[in-house]
């Protein structure tokens, strides 16, 4: 369709969300989704007065509301990940079920959530273990690992070799 005759508003309302976005002040997301609702709706016009459908703008809006919801657990998860996290408390913080949670999260970023959490606690880990003199116990539950115990047999399992073997490795090709 043609925006000609509303190029002004439109831009107006990008950059209103845009602005909203950037200072992220208290109910920036729910004015940066009505925002958008404005946006599709006056997109939807343009492209057809006569097929306009509502539906299809509650059907967009409810997906973008997902894909948001999951962009902020993976967000919440890289900054909490030493903390203790779980499925049920993450899937109440944004409304889905843990079903869904799971659903979404690997659609959208090839592992599920748990997975992601793991990569992050072992990878903050590695770094931890060929960067710094930290005790193991320290590191382990530095990461999130109720015990160093525990996260000795994680580190091993997955990794293939004792975190004071991956100590050592390092340390040697530094």
Known sequence: GSFLQ???????????????????????????????????????????????????????????????????????????????????????KIGLNRYSLIREFKQAYGVSPVEYLLRCRFQEAKFLLSTTDLSIGHIGQGVGFSSSNYFSQCFTKREGITPTAYRNRCQKCN
């Open 6 to 92: 509303k190029t002004e508003y439109i831009s107006q309302l990008c950059s209103s969300m845009i602005d909203e976005a950037k200072a992220k002040l208290p109910g920036y997301q729910k004015v940066c989704i009505h925002t958008l609702d404005l946006l599709l709706i006056q997109i939807q016009r343009f492209k057809s007065v006569d097929t306009y459908n509502y539906s299809t703008v509650a059907e967009l809006r409810q997906t973008e509301a997902k894909r948001y919801s999951i962009t902020w657990i993976k967000q919440y998860i890289d900054n909490n990940y030493m903390n203790n996290l779980n499925i049920e408390a993450l899937s109440r």
